[in-house]
């Protein structure tokens, strides 16, 4: 049943007309995937994931990415993975539950009705964890959600 409540789809940030990179979310981690170029050995590719930083490049190039990330991650948790020519970060979001509107702080940021839609998203995942034996996954919300964080008492921490 929590797979229901997972990511519809990907979120697309686009700069200058082309697509940069997609992206989704679950409560505890945020995933980028970014089309390689055709013909570049996967061995030439790196990503050095920090705390609040991300590069993503081709070595001996400039980064293709070198922005700060919207919130901290953790970087012990947090991977690399490159298959069928899409490079996949996972970012393991240092605090569980938090709504990210964009990986890369200020840069594609989700609109109001999207950002708000992922907090419902996000919360009906925390109610299925916390409650494993019910479906949630039509449940709605009326009014304003609740942050899945904070929402009474906060989540349920490993």
């Known amino acids: 049943m929590a797979e229901k409540l997972g990511p519809e789809k990907r979120h697309s ?44 490049g081709i070595k001996g190039n400039p980064p293709y990415l070198n922005h700060d990330l919207t919130s ?13 020519d899409i ?5 393991q979001k240092r605090e569980k ?10 840069q594609g940021q989700l ?3 999207v950002a708000d839609q992922e907090q419902k998203r996000l919360m009906l995942q925390r109610f299925q964890e916390e409650n494993p034996g019910f479906d949630f996954s039509q ?15 906060g989540i349920r921490s490993d």
């Not at 991650?73 to 490159?82: A, E, H, L, M, Q």
């Not at 539950?97 to 702080?105: E, L, M, V, Y």
């Not at 449940?139 to 008492?153: E, L, V």
Request: glycine fraction near 6%; charged fraction near 20%.
């Open 13 to 56: 940030f686009f700069h200058g007309g082309q697509k940069v990179f997609e992206w989704d979310q679950t409560l505890e981690e945020v995933n980028i995937y970014i089309t390689l170029p055709p013909n570049v050995p996967t061995k030439l590719f790196h990503c050095k994931i920090q705390s609040t930083h991300l590069e993503v």
């Open 111 to 113: 609109d109001p009705l």
């Open 139 to 153: 449940a709605q919300f009326s009014g304003n959600c609740p942050d899945p964080r904070t929402f009474m008492g």
């Open 87 to 91: 490079l996949h970060v996972t970012l």
């Open 97 to 106: 539950g938090q709504t990210w509107a964009s990986p890369i702080q200020g």
């Open 72 to 84: 901290p991650v953790k970087t012990d948790d947090s991977f690399w993975t490159i298959e069928d």
